[in-house]
């Protein structure tokens, strides 16, 4: 999200606003939960004339306080009232709205709060209106509310309650308060604003319960209320016995301090007890097959809960049946899983929509991870039923042709074109430009399937069936062989980053052969190819690898997959460099996003930023509409660290340190094969 906004989120339940702390109308702002808009409009005005704004502060993830000042009227000087609105996320929006009086005289004054909801589906917001969108907005009373904004659409109904707790006049969408205020006097209302879908949210309290009056007297000696909050409301794992960093290299300890706080904030609870990290902030703030199996990888390092749940919640989620509309076929992991009206009512697929190529295979290589950062038989055996559908999708629908490699192709309306990582319409061509006409099959996906087929042999070996592996350790050997023979390009001494529909290379370069690294299906005699020239100039930016080489006729450094650098991307490429024992290479990534991230707000990397050159003294220029916080991105900082220190479970210790380029790094309390419930409950 960019600078103009604040974000603050909890779970699913976000609030985009202004920097003033409005939500205005026509714009993205908005309080957002079930994938729908709930509040399109949140207004705050004295004597009928808007604030001016001083300033904002995000205290956490939830919570934000905006600070603002009366403006000039015939009767009062500009400045005359502070208006202080302290903001938490929960299962709604709670603000404490607090007006001091700086006059000398008692002052009579008009606040007015106005809110609004259109209801939008999440998709029609980042995408523009639907057509089809055919519900009415209407005003009802509702027992114990100031306001009920209610929606309809034929059986589809949602509400937005509104409390305050001081009585208001209302007058249609406007609450009207008249207040009389003594010199320094404090007026206050405690706002509650629930989003209902079926059965209402109980409400929370006060913010002023968190947070404390904002005129009361300073006291350090209290206790920190914020973390108080914390251990109240966020009793779940991932809480407790996280790896503890001591480096002497600052920047670093401020980003991987952001990225625990980002992933607390990404955490969803799909199915009770088990905790899947969302894909990213604001607009994919649900589950992503792809993006919650990849950041769950990333982070296993913290410890094996995002792991654990991240795999049941997609195995009850993978598809039994065939289904056209949703390109959902026996045995495939869902990519995206949404709730709003439009995906409900199926003008999009997206209820449970599966139309990506490589969650799949990826399942499998985080249940291999999970079992080796475990060791629990348990878990293998009540998800190896899940794991052979996965592996019959492979051989039976993602080769669609029966040449040996998988392959994809859009299927429905509303679905996307290109259902691998780089999922934009345009992030597949040539080098001349031209785009490649499906079916599909990437470069990254054969070494997905590659991994995932090696990694199987091994568990079913742990579960003693070792006539399953070898069958599969020889099938993904012959994998290996083809890919190797198919996808080289010998006149550019790199991979291909695609076959197309008639299997013709796709010659652009790319950063996609860099997952073929991770995998591990390339050849050695080759790594040192794919490797030199990942690093050339027109690929590596100083900030990052690109996603598409410079040289290329689509290249844009403000593309989304077409030039810009992706931390996730990078985090795999330098982890497969480190692999293939090209560490030095793998470094000299790892540090690039470190001094990417101290360059960003919060010292947080974004989902992508732009492809531009470094130069000195300069910073990575922004991609204006990426995600911030996102999964992945924010697994790239901990994956870069599980990389640099060479952690593996094999090894009978939990504390690792490595001295890099001047930089001392010391990881302590890496926890593995000491689960907690880490089984079907």
């Not at 480096?247 to 706080?261: G, K, M, P």
């Not at 913290?302 to 997609?314: D, H």
């Not at 475990?374 to 629908?397: C, F, R």
Request: net charge neutral.
């Amino acid at each position: 999200m960019d600078s103009d906004h604040i974000t603050i989120i909890e779970e699913s339940v976000f609030a985009v606003s202004s920097r003033a702390g409005n939500i205005r109308s026509r714009t993205v702002e908005g309080l957002y939960a079930h994938d729908t808009r709930f509040l399109s409009n949140f207004g705050l005005a004295l004597e009928g004339l808007s604030l001016e704004p001083v300033g904002a502060n995000q205290l956490d993830h939830s919570m934000a306080t905006f600070y603002a000042s009366s403006r000039r009227t015939r009767k009062l000087p500009s400045s005359a009232f502070s208006v202080i609105r302290d903001r938490y996320v929960s299962n709604g929006l709670y603000e404490d709205i607090y007006i001091m009086n700086h006059t000398t005289k008692t002052s009579s004054l008009q606040v007015s709060i106005t809110c609004d909801a259109d209801f939008a589906d999440v998709f029609e917001v980042r995408l523009g209106p639907a057509l089809s969108k055919e519900g009415k907005v209407t005003v009802e009373e509702r027992d114990g509310q100031d306001l009920c904004l209610h929606y309809q659409r034929g059986e589809f109904t949602r509400e937005t309650w509104v409390k305050f707790s001081a009585e208001p006049q209302v007058r249609g969408r406007t609450s009207i308060f008249d207040v009389n205020l003594p010199p320094k006097g404090v007026w206050k209302t405690c706002v509650t604003i629930l989003p209902v879908v079926g059965a209402p949210p109980k409400p929370t309290s006060c913010v002023q319960d968190i947070l404390g009056s904002p005129f009361s007297p300073y006291r350090p000696s209290e206790e920190n209320r914020i973390e108080s909050l914390r251990r109240i409301v966020r009793e779940a794992p991932f809480e407790y016995s996280l790896p503890r960093l001591e480096t002497d290299y600052i920047d670093l300890r401020q980003t991987y301090q952001q990225a625990l706080a980002d992933l607390r904030a990404l955490r969803l609870e799909y199915l009770p007890g088990y905790y899947i990290l969302a894909a990213g902030v604001p607009w994919f703030m649900t589950l992503f097959g792809r993006d919650s199996t990849i950041a769950a990888i990333q982070t296993k390092i913290l410890g094996p809960e995002f792991m654990i749940g991240t795999l049941y919640t997609l195995a009850s989620l993978q598809a039994a049946k065939y289904d056209a509309f949703r390109e959902a076929e026996p045995g495939k992991i869902p990519h995206e899983v949404r709730k709003g009206e439009l995906s409900l009512l199926e003008v999009v697929p997206h209820s449970s929509y599966y139309g990506s190529v490589d969650a799949t295979p990826l399942f499998l290589v985080l249940l291999w991870e999970a079992y080796r950062w475990t060791g629990s038989v348990k878990m293998l055996q009540q998800l190896m039923p899940h794991a052979e559908k996965a592996l019959n999708w492979i051989d039976q629908y993602g080769d669609m042709d029966g040449d040996g490699f998988v392959e994809y192709q859009l299927r429905t309306k509303n679905g996307l074109r290109n259902q691998g990582w780089k999922d934009s319409r345009d992030s597949i061509s040539f080098a001349n430009g031209k785009l490649a006409p499906p079916p599909i099959a990437l470069c990254e996906v054969q070494g997905y399937v590659y991994d995932a087929k090696r990694k199987m042999a091994d568990l079913y070996k742990v579960l003693g069936n070792t006539s399953r592996a070898d069958d599969l350790r020889l099938q993904a050997e012959h994998l290996k062989r083809r890919f190797n023979e198919v996808f080289w390009m010998p006149e550019k001494q790199f991979f291909a980053v695609a076959l197309d529909q008639h299997k013709h290379r796709v010659d652009s370069i790319t950063s996609n052969p860099g997952h073929c690294l991770w995998s591990g299906i390339i050849d050695e005699v080759k790594a040192p190819q794919v490797v030199k020239r990942l690093m050339e100039p027109d690929m590596f930016g100083g900030w990052g690898i690109r996603t598409l080489s410079t040289e290329m006729i689509r290249y844009n450094p403000l593309s989304y997959h077409n030039g810009s650098v992706w931390p996730h991307d990078n985090s795999l490429i330098a982890a497969g460099m480190a692999q293939y024992g090209f560490y030095n290479e793998a470094k000299t990534i790892a540090l690039s996003l470190f001094e990417a991230a101290s360059a960003f707000p919060r010292y947080r990397l974004p989902e992508l930023f732009a492809g531009y050159p470094r130069r000195e003294y300069a910073f990575p220029a922004p991609y204006p509409a990426a995600n911030s916080p996102q999964a992945w991105a924010t697994g790239a900082i901990i994956y870069m660290l599980e990389m640099l220190l060479g952690i593996v479970p094999e090894r009978e210790r939990t504390n690792w340190e490595a001295h890099i380029d001047g930089i001392s790094i010391f990881l302590n309390g890496v926890r593995y094969r000491n689960p907690k419930q880490i089984t079907q409950r």
